[in-house]
């Protein structure tokens, strides 16, 4: 079964505020996690990875910080901005040392973003 | 540098028929993921191939489906006598062949509505 959950399904936030997106994963094998953005009507779009060797790593606005200890990431996105309104995943690959090989999704955030 | 492309787009089929979904994956990507999102849901991985091989279908229902990667032109993911709970969308995902951190890239899926 899958193995990457979150804690909650829906987030509002106001325009200009951050927004923080968990994850929780069971699998103590999981070396390789990735957040994706989808829009409706869309495919995931791929926002920012991590290898397990890591514990933070930041992108454009965004930062993802992994806890392999309570098996928890999460996704921070900074001066949160309308467009950012999307279900955001979370996924992780099992493939130790490798990043090919399936991918176990959690069930997804709704980010809502209000002007 | 063209993205993941999938063909069709919406696919509408009555039960029985068999429904046939497409997917090119990026330039210079030889590793191909299909992948089933229903509403409100994660996406479910069903089956990965390389390039005239099925590396893992372990995701995939042992009857009805198949899928294939050619040495030339697009994967293939057919269903055979569709039912009403066939009804959802369909992602493709490719990734190139060297490991190490290099995310998945989704297509913007086909969705199949069984009538």
């Known amino acids: 079964g899958e193995s990457v959950g979150l804690h909650l399904p829906t987030l509002s936030v106001q325009e200009g505020d951050n927004s923080i997106i968990n994850c929780a994963y069971s699998?103590?094998?999981?070396?390789?996690f990735i957040w994706y953005k989808q829009e409706s009507g869309k495919g995931p779009q791929f926002i920012i990875d991590i290898r397990s060797n890591m514990d933070k790593r930041q992108g454009q606005r965004v930062t993802v910080l992994l806890n392999k200890t309570v098996k928890h990431l999460s996704l921070q996105i900074a001066a949160t901005q309308p467009g950012d309104s999307a279900v955001y995943f979370c996924a992780e690959n099992t493939a130790r040392g490798s990043t090919l090989g399936r991918l176990y999704f959690g069930r997804g955030t709704q980010l809502t973003v209000w002007p | 540098n063209a993205g993941v492309m999938q063909n069709p787009r919406h696919l509408v089929r009555r039960r029985g028929q068999e429904a046939r979904l497409r997917c090119s994956p990026m330039?210079?990507?030889?590793?191909v993921y299909w992948y089933r999102q229903l509403p409100e849901e994660g996406l479910k991985f069903m089956v990965y191939?390389?390039?005239?091989?099925?590396?893992?279908e372990s995701g995939m229902p042992k009857e009805r489906f198949s899928a294939e990667f050619p040495k030339e032109g697009p994967s293939i993911l057919r269903i055979q006598q569709v039912v009403r709970g066939d009804s959802a969308a369909y992602f493709c995902a490719s990734s190139p062949p060297w490991q190490g951190n290099q995310p998945q890239h989704f297509g913007d899926g086909t969705r199949l509505s069984i009538l």
């Open positions: 699998n103590s094998a999981s070396d390789y």
């Open positions: 191939l390389q390039k005239e091989n099925i590396i893992d």
């Open positions: 330039k210079g990507h030889s590793h």
